[in-house]
């Protein structure tokens, strides 16, 4: 079956579209002050020893913390069109400053809190910053970077309460930019993204039918706010349709995250599939209970959705996206939307993008596709050009994939990891779900290599589990495995075994550097 968006859904982004893409938008009223001010925003949760602590955060209270800091941000010289970097982890004054910059009508710079001070200092001079509101433990590396620097804790709460409120906050409209976001640098150097005020319709949009937050969940999207996952859907998608998320300040670990699940009572999850690898392998996560589990980032392999039905008691459903767009190929969530999940498809096109395949990649038409944002990546009109068709039709995603009889897409790989040996195009996930089935595989990576003979042969890069020695005996394994389980013909000609995998600080795997070894 072809899957078409009812009326009601045509209307819902229709209206979506008025409200983020007029022309006297403002976002942080329209984030923030347009709420029922007792409403809850987020909840914040801190480990402290065998306790959580958990706090939360009305949106009254974000509204009042915003306009404060938003006049001490204004003393400092930042106004309309100015840049402004935010280095800190998942806390109450990460939203705090994120909305205050956007009450000044200037832009919000993402910075995640696992880089090194060198790619902290490339997107701040790319941007242009001259502020930075960063935490305690990531001030260090800020030095040497001519930057004026505010720090979470004593300065940032003098900052707030020794500040009176703004009056106006500043409608940048539609059009105007809120966020400048950095690729996460999966083949080549990061590019900047500047994110206008409407691409908050295209997030309201996958709240709704992609993930289907209702008024009863309590929602749990775990993605890092450094990243574009975590913040459109993390923090602005939950503000803009006015339902709480949950922000834990605290590393990632399994026993941590099925704590949360246990005593918030999550009943709604998005995470990367990384999460849910990492817990399947953890025999003593299971039980729990979730209306709705999401993923997005990279292909799920089925064992990980083969293991979410009994764990999780429901399934993890695969979306498709980008820092460009946002999820815009989902396994939607919502009733009026909803279809039964084929293994390997990321699903259909999310209501308001209209797409296709063109030459092998997954594409957008752009005049069929309201909410579409992006316009081209900051000062970088060649890498720009790249992304779409000659005549501007379609914006091209760089990555291949295929459409069933229905109107299913399937991903296959990016465009340069493709593997095409004696004439046949292999797609590395393929591979990579059968060698992530076996028992010792905890994490795999499969890339091509240049053969004289064949063009190309596939190598696996393998994590093996804990008291696991790799051995000529376990590579032959892992080799029969992937005949037996995929194709005779696309086994891995060497499996090297590796303590990690190169990867982004998203968790995507950098293919590119793999290849290069």
Not at 141 to 170: N, R, Y
Not at 378 to 400: C, N, Q, S, V
Not at 431 to 437: A, D, M, N, Q, Y
Request: hydrophobic letters at 45%; proline letters at 5%; one cysteine or more.
């Amino acid at each position: 079956m072809t899957q078409t968006a009812p009326a009601p859904v045509d209307r819902a982004v229709q209206e979506w579209l008025a409200t983020f893409g007029a022309t006297d938008a403002d976002a942080a009223s329209l984030l923030v002050d347009r709420q029922e001010p007792s409403a809850v925003a987020f909840t914040t949760v801190e480990v402290d020893g065998d306790r959580l602590i958990a706090t939360n955060l009305t949106f009254g209270e974000l509204a009042d913390a915003s306009k404060r800091f938003a006049t001490a941000l204004a003393d400092l010289g930042i106004g309309r069109g100015d840049t402004v970097g935010v280095l800190m982890g998942k806390r109450s004054e990460l939203v705090v400053s994120l909305l205050a910059i956007a009450r000044l009508g200037a832009i919000y710079i993402p910075l995640f809190t696992a880089f090194a001070a060198p790619a902290i200092e490339m997107r701040l001079t790319a941007g242009g910053a001259r502020v930075v509101v960063t935490e305690p433990s990531q001030v260090d590396k800020l030095d040497g970077i001519d930057v004026t620097t505010i720090v979470a804790g004593d300065q940032f709460d003098g900052l707030v309460d020794g500040s009176v409120p703004l009056e106006q906050s500043v409608a940048v409209g539609g059009d105007g930019t809120l966020i400048l976001l950095f690729t996460s640098g999966t083949t080549g150097a990061p590019k900047g993204v500047p994110v206008p005020v409407r691409a908050l319709a295209a997030f309201s949009c996958y709240m709704t039918y992609g993930l289907d937050v209702s008024a009863d969940d309590v929602f749990w999207n775990a993605a890092d706010p450094g990243w574009a996952y975590g913040l459109y859907y993390g923090v602005l998608g939950p503000l803009a349709i006015g339902r709480p998320n949950i922000l834990l300040h605290a590393g990632f670990s399994a026993a941590l995250t099925a704590r949360i699940l246990t005593e918030l009572g999550v009943t709604n999850f998005a995470s990367a599939p990384t999460v849910y690898r990492t817990l399947s392998k953890d025999s003593s996560i299971s039980g729990f209970s979730l209306r709705r589990a999401s993923s997005a980032g990279e292909p799920l392999t089925p064992d990980v959705i083969d293991w979410a039905r009994s764990a999780l008691g429901t399934e993890v459903r695969d979306h498709y996206g980008q820092t460009e767009h946002g999820m815009f190929i989902n396994n939607h969530w919502h009733d009026d939307v909803r279809v039964d999940v084929v293994p390997g498809s990321m699903g259909f096109p999310m209501p308001g993008y209209a797409t296709g395949i063109v030459d092998g990649q997954i594409a957008i038409d752009v005049a069929n596709s309201p909410l579409i944002f992006f316009t081209g990546y900051l000062d970088a009109p060649d890498k720009t050009a790249a992304r779409f068709t000659e005549d501007g039709a379609w914006y091209l995603t760089g990555d291949t994939g295929r459409v069933d009889d229905d109107g299913r897409y399937f991903f296959t790989a990016r465009d340069d990891d493709v593997i095409i040996m004696a004439g046949y195009r292999i797609g590395p996930f393929d591979v990579e779900s059968v060698l992530i089935t076996h028992p010792s595989v905890v994490d795999v990576a499969v890339v091509g290599r240049p053969d004289e003979l064949r063009g190309e042969v596939l190598e696996a890069f393998v994590v093996l589990g804990p008291d696991v020695d790799g051995s000529d005996a376990l590579e032959a394994e892992l080799q029969q495995l992937v005949k037996t389980g995929f194709a005779a013909h696309a086994y891995p000609r060497t499996v090297h075994f590796v303590d990690e995998l190169p990867k982004t600080p998203s968790g995507k795997i950098q293919r590119f550097l793999l290849r290069q070894r």
